[in-house]
């Protein structure tokens, strides 16, 4: 019976003891910069208390561990690999509980004598391979200040009065929150509206290509970008800010700001309304959307694209600070992660609305062989412009080798313009007038574009081995409705009236299009040091283009169709490429040289005509990528790209256009490729202490057998172009340019001094003469600024000199000095109120073409106090062009055109304005 018992007793014990060992824990172990899976790295759990050897086992080919059967208890995690630092971590493990450590990144040794910290009496920073971490405690801003006045606080980061961020001598494409776009590519939308109090870390790396990351294999493509490392107390909650303000004549402003925030979820939502210079958080995406001109054409990687607008359209549907504003703008920002951060999804929505009320003068002059003509005309335009778009972005990790990415955009547009034009051109020689004319044209205009796309990725046991497959799909739908009437004079050598061009048209533009691409890549890493990329493209395009022009009857009835100005084409292209890459990447020094070959069909069908057009065309884009690396902060790089340049379906069979009489474009079916030839060189020293900086950067391109127009113009203003191939000479083009920089001792101020130069030689045809256009400019630059407690202040400077001329006529040139400055100033009274004053200064000297000088001086003032115990409540009155200076105007030269504008847009107004911040957050754990 005691035999039995005891056989009892050992059996529950086993089991109970096997019970308890059920807990296991897994991982995977890789090297932190360049993601390499570490083989055979050595996994050891040791007993928390005295270090005691518990299990051990060894990471697989690709990385990962698991050590299974462990008691509940208190462990230590300590993972080796020759020449890397060292992994400890401390972990708990309960009974029968699963620990997944993820992904685990060891140090180099190398790269941890790197790792520098610095501290001083307001500054911490921590230098970690190529990431450059600042503590954003160690910054003093005011209460509610955004990121964007943080920024200002850190070393070697500079913020401009338009919000563009520069770091370390190179311009920030992205700024992230936790790793994650937040409402897109805006960098300006996070810092002019995240809370900087919300920030515990400010990251600032050069972020790879999402094909390198996915790959490990490094392609030599680096972004620099911020990432926004959030408090843990800030991650759960409410903030935003409200705002109104309303002025003199009638101006007025306001814009809400809400987020809610719940760890990895967030949503959040903005809306700006008003008619002053503020237009929103940024609508600059729908400039990405829709349709421009009317064409076709294939881009250096081989693939073709198509653009189709209205045909007879001048439409003006974003505000570039001409004219008088009305904006309505909103948006709504949603995201998450779960499922351990294996699924993701990323959801914007926007409206915008804007109508812009205002006139254009121009004055051109044309420079002929033997005579120089001027054309002055007046423009009054009323556009309103409704647009919402769509984004959303869905990702899921399959497992620790594979994922899929879904993007879906939609975006709808509706445009209502109304224009009208006057025009008057007069020979110069005698002073003669050559042709008067009006014009009028309303459209209605709608346009629907969708973009979707699918990822899918695998990565194989072998480190560097992968393959990729992309599918792009897009759709463009878009119809108009527009009344064209102008009336065109032309006077002969005796100022008596020669001829009358008289149009009244309805114009009904039709056009419908869509594509399909589909991309496979393998990559194969062959040595640590040595790897290969392979591609096939095939894309396919088609597109409809219907435009029926009625002229009107006696009684006014648009119901005679114009054959000469409609069409009924049809568009289908197919491209198949091909590319091969090779890399090499070993310590500091990365080189890629590659090129791509696609062969591409065009076949254009006038249905209207039974007129069939179709070309082949062979595209070549070699590429060579060379980066050497002295430190993390030194860098020197040099590229080259080449690329054919192929004739776009405009140039070659364009749609005729009668909404400018004045200049007809016909085209020219025997147009030969162009290649094109571009370097580029780029050296960038930066000392974090001092944050000293030095940026060289420069490019030259040239062109071979390039296209360019060949224009026939008569002594009354009346203008032929077309194209053709240039034999004698190249197109070219090049700039240059670098900047020295760094802070004075100690303290906050910062400068940089440093200058910019560019160029181009580029030809046309005059009346069957060759013209050679040249343009130089140059300009050094000077900046200096600080950031105190009290006082703040900044000062930059641009002197420069254009040259602008023509071969034709070089004595009607438009050569002259500018000058351009900007100031900032900001002082804290007593009391909580603060006044702040900037200022922007332009000059442009008078040229042969045109004998004013002119100049301009903006200065915008305001004055604000903040009240209660967190000062979120600001009372502010501001002034905008104190001075009442800000004349629109702008000059440019281009081929034997010199040409002259002044428009309407906002001058000075006053505001009193009523904001105030809210917040709030989970308590501190």
Do not use: C
Request: hydrophobic letters at 30%; charged letters at 20%.
């Amino acid at each position: 019976m005691k035999k039995h018992l005891l056989t009892l007793i050992l059996i529950i014990s086993s089991f109970l003891f096997t019970k308890a060992q059920n807990a296991k824990i897994l991982g995977v172990v890789r090297d932190s910069t360049d993601n390499i899976m570490l083989n055979n790295a050595s996994i050891s759990v040791l007993q928390a208390k005295d270090s005691v050897l518990v299990k051990f086992t060894r990471a697989n080919t690709e990385g990962k561990f698991t050590i299974e059967n462990l008691k509940s208890g208190d462990y230590l995690l300590l993972i080796t690999y020759p020449d890397y630092a060292d992994y400890i971590e401390n972990f708990n493990l309960k009974p029968d509980e699963t620990k997944d450590f993820k992904n685990k990144n060891l140090l180099l040794k190398s790269r941890l004598l790197q790792e520098v910290i610095f501290k001083g009496e307001a500054v911490a920073m921590r230098v970690k391979g190529d990431t450059t971490e600042f503590n954003a405690g160690s910054f003093k801003v005011e209460p509610n200040a955004k990121v964007e006045d943080l920024l200002k606080q850190l070393p070697g980061i500079q913020i401009d009065k338009d919000g563009k961020i520069t770091a370390q001598g190179e311009t920030i494409s992205k700024v992230l929150v936790d790793g994650e776009e937040f409402f897109g590519d805006d960098p300006t939308l996070v810092t002019k509206n995240l809370r900087s109090d919300m920030v515990d870390k400010v990251q600032l790396y050069d972020d790879k290509s999402d094909n390198a990351k996915f790959t490990g294999i490094d392609d030599g493509v680096k972004n620099k970008t911020i990432n926004l490392k959030l408090k843990e107390d800030k991650k759960k909650g409410l903030f935003g800010k409200v705002d109104a303000g309303i002025g003199n004549d009638g101006y007025y402003t306001s814009q809400g700001l809400l987020n809610f925030f719940n760890n990895k979820k967030k949503i959040s939502f903005y809306n700006t309304i008003g008619n002053t210079t503020r237009t929103g958080l940024d609508f600059r995406t729908a400039q990405k959307a829709g349709v421009g001109s009317d064409n076709i054409d294939i881009s250096d990687d081989g693939s073709i694209s198509y653009y189709f607008g209205g045909g007879d359209a001048f439409s003006n549907e974003n505000y570039y600070g001409e004219g008088i504003p009305k904006i309505i703008n909103s948006g709504v920002h949603l995201e998450n992660k779960w499922n351990e951060d294996k699924q993701s999804i990323n959801l914007d929505y926007r409206y915008g609305r804007l109508n812009n009320l205002g006139f254009r003068n121009a004055l051109n002059q044309n420079n002929l062989p033997t005579s120089t003509l001027t054309n002055s005309n007046n423009r009054n335009f009323d556009n309103l412009l409704n647009q919402q778009k769509v984004n959303l972005n869905y990702e899921i990790k399959l497992d620790t080798t594979s994922n899929i990415k879904l993007t879906f955009g939609d975006t709808y547009k509706k445009n209502n313009n109304s224009e009208n034009t006057t025009s008057l051109g007069f020979n110069d020689t005698n002073n003669q007038k050559i042709n008067d004319g009006t014009r009028t044209f309303d459209e209605n205009n709608s346009n629907n574009n969708i973009n979707s796309s699918l990822f899918y990725g695998k990565k194989f046991k072998k480190v560097g081995r992968t393959l990729t497959f992309r599918f792009n799909q897009s759709y463009f739908k878009n119809n108009s409705d527009g009344i064209l009437k102008s009336t065109n004079n032309f006077y002969d050598e005796t100022n008596q009236l020669d001829s009358i061009d008289v149009i009244n048209q309805n114009k009904l533009n039709n056009q419908e299009g869509e594509s399909y691409k589909a991309s496979l890549t393998y990559t194969e890493k062959f040595t640590k040091y040595f790897s290969v990329s392979t591609n096939y493209d095939f894309a396919i395009n088609n597109v409809r283009s219907k435009l029926n022009s009625f002229n009107a009857n006696s009684a006014g009835e648009y119901v005679n169709l114009d054959p000469i100005f409609s069409n009924n084409l049809k568009y289908d292209v197919t491209t198949n490429q091909g590319g091969l890459s090779f890399g090499y990447k070993k310590e500091k020094t990365n080189l890629t040289i590659g090129t791509k070959v696609a062969l591409s069909n065009l076949k254009q069908n006038n249905l209207a005509l039974n007129d069939v057009f179709e070309r082949n065309f062979t595209n070549f884009v070699p590429s060579v990528a060379y980066k050497y690396s002295f430190t993390q902060q030194k860098t020197f790089s040099l590229n080259y790209n080449g690329n054919t340049k192929q004739p776009n379906v405009n140039q070659l069979q364009p749609v005729l256009n009668n909404s400018n009489p004045l200049y007809i474009t016909v085209g020219n079916r025997n147009l030969d490729l162009a290649f094109t030839h571009r370097f580029n060189v780029n050296y960038n020293s930066y000392k974090v202490l001092t944050s000293r900086n030095i940026y060289f950067y420069g490019s030259y391109s040239f062109t071979n057998n390039d296209i360019i127009n060949d224009v026939t113009t008569n002594q009354q203003g009346a203008s032929i172009s077309t194209y053709t191939n240039l034999k004698d000479g190249n197109t070219n083009n090049f700039y240059f340019g670098g900047s020295l920089g760094g802070k004075v001792g100690k303290s906050k101020t910062y400068w940089n001094t440093g200058f910019n130069t560019n160029g181009n030689t580029y030809y046309n045809i005059i009346n069957d003469q060759l013209n050679v256009n040249k343009s130089y400019s140059f300009s050094p630059d000077f900046r200096i600024g600080s950031y105190e407690d009290k006082l703040s202040f900044s000062f930059s400077a641009q002197p420069g000199y254009n040259i602008n001329k023509s071969s034709l006529q070089a004595s009607q040139n438009a050569n002259g000095f500018i000058f351009n400055s900007y100031f900032s100033f900001s002082y804290k009274l007593p009391k909580k109120v603060t006044i702040q004053i900037n200022g922007n200064y332009e000059y442009q000297q008078k040229t042969v073409a045109f004998n004013n000088n002119f100049d301009k001086f903006i200065v915008n003032s305001s004055i604000y106090k903040t009240f209660l115990k967190n000062d979120n409540l600001k009372f502010e009155i501001s002034g905008n062009d104190l001075l009442n200076q800000n004349i629109g105007f702008d000059r440019s030269a281009n081929g034997n055109y010199i040409s002259q504008t002044t428009f309407n847009n906002i001058q000075r107004y006053f505001l009193t304005t009523l904001s105030w911040d809210f917040s709030k957050f989970g308590s501190k754990k």
